[in-house]
């Protein structure tokens, strides 16, 4: 059940990081400023790779088997 | 000299200047913005006041999952206004001393380039309907031409009767000097 889980999180992860990739591709290719370029690019970038960072710590810090069978026993 | 000479775009030659860089007027990105305001509101009252009538997710796994839905929540926002921007601020009509380029970009995978040479537009109107429009001065400016893409529309942008007036002006001139 956790891997299966785990699994699921990673392809959703990979689906946002290829989505960011996208996006920072446009802003570098077609922006109009080249100033304005790098700052909205740079800002982009750094927030994005800082909460993909802070998800992957918070996902990998909890116990899911422990939180799994917590839930199971309720229900 | 133009204000956008810090603007450049694919395709643009050495000798070509823009003058005047267009997008859809501010009303048009607030409206498309307004489901990313609700979802951060939703997140800052979510996040102060979640915990209060749920305390499980004051401590120990709840608070981790709480944080990761949070999280989750933020990168969802931070995606969705970028893809919001990128739609609006590329979607765009460029006025230089040569011609008239129209980029249209819808989302990520859909970017269309088309331009008309001013000796090749034949007519060139303005639409403003309804109050907002009016009173916003914003509105559609269209433009028939005689190029491959026949017919150039400049839509709820700022100052139509403006950018007409530009249009006619810049299309005289290339009369008078082709």
Redesign the interface.
Known sequence: MVSLLTIFYLLMLLF?IV??I??AY??AK?A????VKFIVLGL?SF??IW??L??MT??F???WA??IY?LTNIS | MSIFTSFHFDGQTNDEEVLSVIHRHWLNILASFVPVIAMSFLLFFGSSYMPELFPSLRQGEGLKLFSLGKNVFAMIIWALTFLIWIDYYFDVWIITTKRIVDIEQKGLFSRKVSEAKYDKIQDVSTEVSGILQTFLNYGNVMIQTAAEKEKFAFTQVPNPYGIKDTIMKLQKSHEHHP
Do not use: A, E, K, R
């Open positions: 946002y989505t960011s996208f996006i446009h802003l077609f109009l400023v080249s100033g982009f927030i994005s909460l993909i802070s998800n918070i996902f810090s909890i116990d422990d939180l917590q």
